[in-house]
């Protein structure tokens, strides 16, 4: 009896000996902490777009006949850096202090080695911490990308800046990394194509490697968003991540822009007109309207209007004011060639597949599917649609509700000009990704990643112009492939995008739960266990009685 209970012992502890443990990420509040003097060209982007007539506009107020830098301009990159208001900690003492003439005159932190008062604001530039210790910046592309161009067109400004650490996510390997930023909705891999009229996803070896204005695509509907504040949106108002983006998939799926290359200034005003009759008749309760954004954004996303800044009343009032800012915009930004090119690059290889409404659904009796969602695409050469296979989809419905912060709207304002995006942590999605391999030869296959709707079922298929089926297949299997591999990794080394609010997670590496895993030596070990410790228990009983 005693040597079956000791033999019982010693293979229960063998049991846990060799049971693995699984680390588990979890979500958590995370103060940021800042690190300062971090050069901008160090920084990871985290989206390919940037709207560059946004950035235009900012540069007529930063610098005065391109020759010197405005009180406009350090009042904004002091707070960018986040000396609010003037306010800053002492280097030695770290006592509260404030100055508002040298917030509009010097660079803080290089004049008086300043520290940040957490207390009274934040930083627009944060980032998350990756895999070999790189940061990946979650805000403040445009910023960045303001200052880098200020440095390079007249040799002034300044080319470091403070930087908020809201996560760490260097103990991640690269996969495991980009999936975290995925399933988070840190990152936004798509961009408007000007050739295709179309928010098109595209591959992660793809995406700018730095901060630099011609590394970027050029975004006419981010950079537009900027001056249809006040007259539509409210960036006050903004609680999720990537709103600026969303609203141009919303417009582009209009089609109104679709005779606009964005290459003149008239272009821009045009589209400037249309967006703003759009908005309109959109927070009028425009059937049309409502129903083409709930398609393009709140089923696709899980969003609705209001969330991504949407007013309750146009505001006409507003507009001569927006316009003229615009008109500022357009004049510095045309007689500047360096703010009118676009990286076109990044979508070589891409074949654009315009994601489904319900209104363009129907049944195709030739197939087995039920419910197969047919799109049509501006495709010149049904042939080649049908053979590339381009992965795309709709995000999981999310339930996020993370604040986006915009940039600032007046000269005088001390909000950043800062791309702003988060995260809810309380976030149920778990985003997907898919790849797809744009060349053959390469030894890195570049990646398309994109959420994977719930409704998986749903196979869509893009037909082209001309009626024919093989192509509708081809596209079908093409869609069928990005749900079976919605757990892949779909995102390239070091140069994937993300994005994240203020409030961001970090993964807790120290929280640990057992995991039996699938091992069968584990399985039998557990079996011979409880057996012996069943067999002791009997003998044990037989002795009592």
């Not at 990756?130 to 880098?148: L, R, V, W």
């Not at 992660?204 to 539509?232: C, E, H, I």
């Not at 074949?351 to 695409?377: G, I, K, Q, R, Y």
């Not at 001390?414 to 995006?421: I, W």
């Amino acid at each position: 009896m005693k040597k079956i209970t000791q033999l019982s012992i010693v293979i229960l502890l063998l049991i846990f000996a060799f049971l693995p443990f699984k680390t588990v990420t979890a979500e958590a509040s995370l103060s940021p902490t800042v690190v300062y003097d971090v050069p901008i060209s160090s920084l990871h982007p985290t989206q390919a777009g940037i709207g560059k007539i946004q950035i235009s506009y900012k540069l007529t107020e930063y610098l005065a006949n391109d020759a010197a830098l405005t009180a406009s301009f350090f009042e904004d990159f002091n707070e960018d850096n986040g000396y609010i208001k003037g306010n800053y900690l002492t280097a030695d003492t770290q006592t509260p202090k404030q100055d508002k003439n040298l917030l509009k005159t010097v660079n803080m932190r290089e004049e008086l080695g300043g520290l940040v008062n957490p207390a009274l604001g934040s930083l627009s530039v944060q980032v998350v911490i990756g895999p070999h210790k790189e940061y990946y910046a979650i805000d403040g592309h445009h910023g960045s990308n303001t200052n880098q161009l200020i440095k390079e067109m007249t040799g002034l400004g300044y080319d470091k800046i403070n930087v908020a650490v809201t996560a760490d996510y260097s103990d991640l390997d690269e996969k495991t990394f980009w999936q975290t930023m995925l399933a988070q909705k840190y990152m936004y891999p798509k961009a408007y194509n000007v050739a295709t009229h179309q928010y098109e996803t595209i591959s992660g070896l793809k995406l700018p490697k730095q901060m630099n204005n011609q590394l970027f695509v050029n975004d006419p509907f981010r950079g537009l968003n900027y001056f249809w504040r006040s007259t539509a949106i409210n960036k006050d108002t903004i609680s999720v991540p990537f709103a600026e983006f969303y609203w141009g998939e919303f417009m582009s799926r209009t089609h109104e822009f679709d005779d606009l290359n964005f290459q003149t200034p008239d272009d821009y005003q045009t589209a400037f007109e249309r967006g703003n009759a759009i908005f309109e008749k959109l927070i009028a309760g425009d059937a049309k309207y409502t129903y083409l954004f709930s398609e393009v954004v709140t089923k696709q996303y899980g969003i609705t209007a209001n969330q991504i800044g949407l007013q309750d009343s146009y505001s006409a009032a507003k507009l001569a004011k927006q316009q003229d800012k615009l008109d500022t915009a357009k004049a510095y930004m045309f007689s500047h060639p360096n703010l009118t090119t676009s990286n076109q690059a990044v979508f070589d290889g891409n074949t654009p597949v315009e994601p489904p409404t319900s209104e363009d659904s129907s049944t195709d009796d030739n197939t087995s599917t039920s419910n197969d969602e047919t799109s049509s695409t501006d495709s010149a050469d049904s042939s080649s649609s049908a053979s590339e296979s381009d992965t795309s989809g709709s995000d999981t419905n999310s339930s996020d509700t993370a604040t986006s912060s915009t940039d600032g709207e007046n000269s005088s304002s001390s909000a950043s000009e800062s791309d702003t995006s988060g995260s809810d942590t309380n976030s149920s999605d778990t985003a997907t990704s898919s790849t797809d391999s744009a060349d053959n030869s390469s030894s890195a296959s570049e990646s398309d990643t994109s959420g994977s709707d719930t409704n998986a079922s749903d196979t869509e298929t893009s037909s082209t112009a001309s009626d024919d089926s093989s192509s509708s297949k081809s596209q079908k299997n093409s869609s069928e492939r990005e749900t079976s591999s919605s757990t892949d990794a779909a995102i390239s080394p070091a140069e994937q995008t993300h994005s994240s609010d203020k409030t961001a997670t970090t993964q807790i590496a120290d929280s640990t739960l057992p995991h039996t895993g699938d091992s069968p030596i584990q399985f039998w070990l557990i079996l011979l266990g409880a057996a012996c410790v069943i067999t002791a228990g009997i003998k044990f009983y037989r002795l009592k009685e």
